[in-house]
Each structure stands twice: as C-alpha cells, then as structure tokens.
T-cell receptor
Framework: AQSVTQLGSHVSVSEGALVLLRCNYSSSVPPYLFWYVQYPNQGLQLLLKYTSAATLVKGINGFEAEFKKSETSFHLTKPSAHMSDAAEYFCAVSEIRSSASKIIFGSGTRLSIRP | ETGVTQTPRHLVMGMTNKKSLKCEQHLGHNAMYWYKQSAKKPLELMFVYNFKEQTENNSVPSRFSPECPNSSHLFLHLHTLQPEDSALYLC??????????FGQGTRLTVV
C-alpha cells in the first residue's frame, strides 16, 4: 500500500533563507509523486510532479524537488524564501492498479516565513 | 480557474438536514475524488471513482453518500451529520495516476 510521511508539521525560515520540506514515501510499484501548496480556504495547487522522467523536478514559484529512490524521498526545496511562500505544503503519491488510480497525501507541513 | 468547480463554497446545516455537495470537471479526467480536510488533521481520502465506478471507500460513515452519474460530475449527499463532520470538503479529478486537480472546496459547518 502507498503511504507518505512528511517530517515536521511546521517549518519556519527567515526571508531569503533556504526552504527544505521533507517527504518520504512508500509504494509497492513505481510511484508518481507530487507537491501541492494550499493557501487559506483554498483548494490545493500543484507545485511540481515526478512521473519517472528526470529525477530533479522544477516547479512553479522557484521550487524544485529531487526523487531519490534509494532513500524513498522526494524533498521540496527553494533556495530563497519569500514572504508569499507562507502556506501549507502537501506531498502526495499516486499509483495505478487495474485501471484504478488513487492519490494519497501526507499530513502537510505549514511553512512560516520570518521577516 | 482549476477546471474543477465545487458548489456551494459555504454550507451551514443542522444535524437533521439533508444537503448535497456538487463537483464538476470538464478536463476529460476519468477519476474523481472526495477528500475531507479538518483543522489540524491530515487530508483524508473519502471516496474514489474511476470511470464512474466507486473504487475506494475509506471506511466513511453511511451518513455520507457519494454519487457519480457520469465522469464529469460527482456529488456527496449528506444526512444526519454530526458537528465533528464540520470541515473543508475537497473534490479533485485526475487522469489515471496523473496529478489531481482540485476544486476550491466547500466549507461545511454542522450546527
């Protein structure tokens, strides 16, 4: 069965500092992996996705993530945080079995940015 | 505009009421999902439909009843809810195992 673990429910960084949000996954088949962002009272917006092509994936708003199979990780990074990055971030894994797809989300990490 | 539209955006209902949440997508996706998001709790997958057939029911109480009449529409019928069912209900769609596209959600308050 698939699962996603996000380490740290809350991460706080200074504006201009490196952002690192951690995600580990478990999947019995090659996974598709995603990072989403959620602003208050909004739905989730896709930041980036890994679908078995390049292991380093670039997304919107300067975010990127690296798929490491040996570590079963898909950590999200951004070199320099902006105040507008403050939001909730979710890692997700999907797999398809017998034509039925399912997407499972991690518990989320709230990112705060200090001025 | 994400391509997935949920109505209503806000709903207040009593414990004896019956109401329905609606989700519509015109992205040509074959999978649709209901998620529940409560304060300080993980995003919970409730139901999954693939090609209009229910393929996942994540032990959801029977007071929540999903309906998928076609691949573009998904409903969540609500009856005799409890205050702890108050949450943000999110609908999403995807094409096979691809990324999910989310609606803006329905903020449900049970009084």
């Amino acid at each position: 069965a698939q699962s996603v673990t996000q380490l740290g429910s809350h991460v706080s960084v200074s504006e201009g500092a490196l952002v690192l949000l951690r995600c580990n996954y478990s999947s019995s088949v090659p996974p598709y992996l995603f990072w989403y962002v959620q602003y208050p009272n909004q739905g989730l917006q896709l930041l980036l996705k890994y679908t078995s092509a390049a292991t380093l994936v670039k997304g919107i708003n300067g975010f990127e993530a690296e798929f490491k199979k040996s570590e079963t990780s898909f950590h999200l990074t951004k070199p320099s945080a902006h105040m507008s990055d403050a939001a909730e971030y979710f890692c997700a894994v999907s797999e398809i079995r017998s034509s039925a797809s399912k997407i499972i989300f991690g518990s989320g990490t709230r990112l705060s940015i200090r001025p | 505009e994400t391509g997935v539209t949920q109505t209503p955006r806000h709903l207040v209902m009593g414990m004896t009421n019956k109401k329905s949440l609606k989700c519509e997508q015109h992205l040509g996706h074959n999978a649709m999902y209901w998620y529940k998001q409560s304060a300080k709790k993980p995003l919970e997958l409730m139901f999954v439909y693939n090609f209009k057939e229910q393929t996942e029911n994540n032990s959801v109480p029977s007071r929540f009843s999903p309906e998928c009449p076609n691949s573009s529409h998904l409903f969540l019928h609500l009856h005799t809810l409890q205050p702890e069912d108050s949450a943000l209900y999110l609908c999403a769609s995807s094409q096979a195992a691809g990324e999910a596209f989310f609606g803006q959600g329905t903020r449900l308050t049970v009084v």
